[in-house]
């Protein structure tokens, strides 16, 4: 295969080693699928791995699990990938990892060869994204969300960004899109993707596609597209585009947090790139197998016909109901709040209301040395046990105030939790109302 | 607590921010300890985590896992360490981590500041080391470990090698060492620890001890100890030397490699460092669960008395005398061919045999452009099916030849194929011997 814009990647992965999984490894597997195709083509019947200290082949072949059992995993994430689109997947294009977050940190160590080097993301973010940027060396170049037209991704704000860091000197090599949002919680429309899809062909940028939200949507007239679904319905293929798109167990009506499973699809990369990938994977070894298992169930849920798919059928839609239950409980709560405005929840698991915190606040929290959303999260903690994260945290617009606040608790909880919050408001406002 | 020498640490890991487990979730904590402590003393019963997506709160509390299970995990390992050691341990010293690889990085990204900064680590080497410090921007300053003395460790040469690398400029941060030894398979003596331990104190350098082969002994003479206990016993503590200690739960009697299992015990670092630790273990959410309970498992072992014991200590002696058996096998194997050394098998589970390849073997692996060991692992893995790791992905000494070889296969599985190995080896020897 041959790519023309088939992204570069920092020299720090290149030019080290990593022998144990190395060449000769490969050359192993190939030995060992050449006795499985042509019994008797050798002077040997078996690989004996005496490469890696792995005890667990004590008693045992250590061939199996670490070579068919791995790779089906990984057919059937890209099963779930091709009939979730309808388009192809190819299990060579998937790396399983312990969870998003550690596929994220990996393309950031991967793309980023220079502090010239930039990504742009959108602001407010999901912080992982500057923390990563920042420990590989980069630079972050931030895009705007409007708050006002609920958190809209306008593709001219974008092309504003990168041509200024253009003009200051920067190459920038990727740009992250979180669909549905982090923490903004809105879900990208159709004809949205697309320009993005445009604009990152157009300009030569890997999309990194935070898709870890596809299952956490809630509203009826958007659905989930994966980015790579909408650039092959315009005709692009990997020669066109390169997407890398994160997925995980942690969301979703499953939410296995600490199980950390997840994967990345890697389409529009070189062949000699997903080598470098598969060295730098091998560092840590692999990611742990129960995460592994239930990615692939994950992408591979039970089908009609199957004696699981009728009670999980009933446990997904009493989860999806009293998720949107919940959040429709808070959004209600927090648009009712003096000077609070809350856009409307479309997906992930965030409400991000706005505060319009008097002025006397505002100087209360300049006095304690903290910025107001600071000031009133921690006031409410204290107030009311409620633990919510200041959104000075996602960096949002300089100057606004905001704070994140999932909508997990549980339905109980939340009506329980409804009036103290009310009550704590109320008290605030009147305090600094001044 | 003061910490004359405590490691400074890069300002990448310093500036970036990651709110969601941020300072408002520490002070929740410190609210709901407060609530346990004295119930009563706060206007609310309960802390309402609406901070972090983590959706397993869907019916339930989310409270307990993530806080006591964990905790008491981190304690279960203390108290393991404290019981080996005879010194006491912290849970608050203890990262639990997805096996022991993950630790190292983070180690590497949170020491290295820039290619200034250097890192002794031993020749032949695991190669997890120089690529963890490459990519993190550091230098590594190699020392030598001495073949001729059963790859001892010789405090001088490593001295030597510190002193040259700080002529060229370099500020030596950390030295690691890994014992039991991989790939070399050495145990250290207890005077030869006492050595390090003398020499990193009075150069105010890091120990990075790499301990996770700590159960895989197998010389009557020698027994493994932590670098913490070496130190502890000549009276250091953590204001005169910093320690981290690495262990994984794939190693040792378990080998449970897939699971993703192991923690770090940091001893000698300051409280702004460990926080500085834990925001950047926040980046990657957590370890998984099951590699957490396993390490937990490992450190605490059935007792005397314990309805697991006697069933647990019968396997586990079974694991060891196989292992043994298996390595002697080995061992006398390699030894008995033409032209190779091996050097006494101490711990960890390697043979790492010297190769003396005819000169006409050498010049047939340079017309095919690849080193001797390179050459010698192919021709092996291509008429046995037998894989080896070529030496000199382990950096050995320039010049000499090794391949590096598991312990692990099963016993009849090495009964079968150390004739083959004989008889590859003596036509190999026959065709190059020119």
Not at 112 to 117: F, L, P, Q, V
């Amino acid at each position: 295969m041959s790519y023309n814009k088939a992204p570069s990647i920092t020299a720090k992965v290149r030019i080290f080693t990593y022998e144990p999984c190395g060449e000769i490894v490969r050359h192993a597997r190939r030995l060992e699928k050449e006795i499985y195709d042509n019994p008797g083509s050798l002077p040997f019947q078996e690989i004996i791995y005496c490469n890696l200290g792995n005890p667990q082949a004590l008693g045992q072949r250590p061939i199996n699990f670490f070579r068919e059992g791995v790779r089906s995993l990984r057919e059937a994430v890209a099963d779930g990938i091709a009939a979730r689109d309808g388009f192809p997947s190819r299990p060579d294009n998937i790396f399983l990892t312990d969870g998003a977050s550690s596929a994220i940190n990996m393309m950031m160590q991967i793309l980023i060869r220079s502090h010239e080097d930039g990504i742009l993301c959108p602001l407010p973010e999901y912080p992982l994204y500057s923390a990563s940027i920042i420990l590989h060396g980069g630079t972050m170049v931030p895009y705007n969300l409007t708050e006002d037209s609920g958190w809209g991704l306008e593709i001219f704000e974008v092309k504003r960004c990168l041509e200024e860091a253009r003009a200051s000197g920067l190459t920038i090599r990727a740009m992250v899109v979180i669909n549905p949002g982090n923490p903004t919680g809105q879900v990208l429309s159709i004809t949205n993707q697309e320009e993005i899809v445009e604009f990152c062909r157009k300009e030569g940028l890997v999309i990194l596609a935070d898709e870890v939200y596809q299952e956490n949507v809630y509203t009826e007239n958007k659905r989930f597209n994966s980015f790579k679904k909408v650039a092959r319905s315009l005709g692009y293929d990997h020669h066109d585009l390169s997407i890398v798109s994160f997925h995980s167990v942690s969301m979703g009506y499953y939410g296995e947090c600490g199980r950390r499973g997840g994967y990345m699809e890697i389409c529009g990369f070189g062949d000699d790139v997903i080598d470098e990938m598969y060295k730098l994977a091998s560092l840590t070894i692999c990611p742990n197998i129960a995460g592994q298992i239930l990615i692939s169930l994950v992408m591979d849920p039970p089908k009609l016909g199957d004696e699981a798919f009728e009670i999980f059928m009933v446990e997904k839609e009493e989860t999806y109901s009293s998720l949107l239950k919940r959040a429709k409980a808070l959004q209600k709560a927090f648009s009712g709040l003096e000077g609070v405005s809350c856009n409307k929840f479309e997906g992930a698991m965030y409400l991000f209301p706005r505060l319009r915190l008097p002025q006397a606040a505002i100087k209360a929290a300049q006095l304690e040395g903290v910025s107001p959303d600071v000031f009133y999260a921690h006031r409410l903690l204290g107030a009311t046990g409620i633990a919510v994260v200041p959104g000075s945290g996602f960096h949002p617009v300089s100057g606004t105030s905001h704070i994140r606040c999932t909508i997990l608790p549980g339905e109980e909880t939340i009506t329980a939790m409804v009036p103290r919050l009310q009550a704590f408001h109320e008290a605030f406002m009147d305090e600094f109302r001044g």
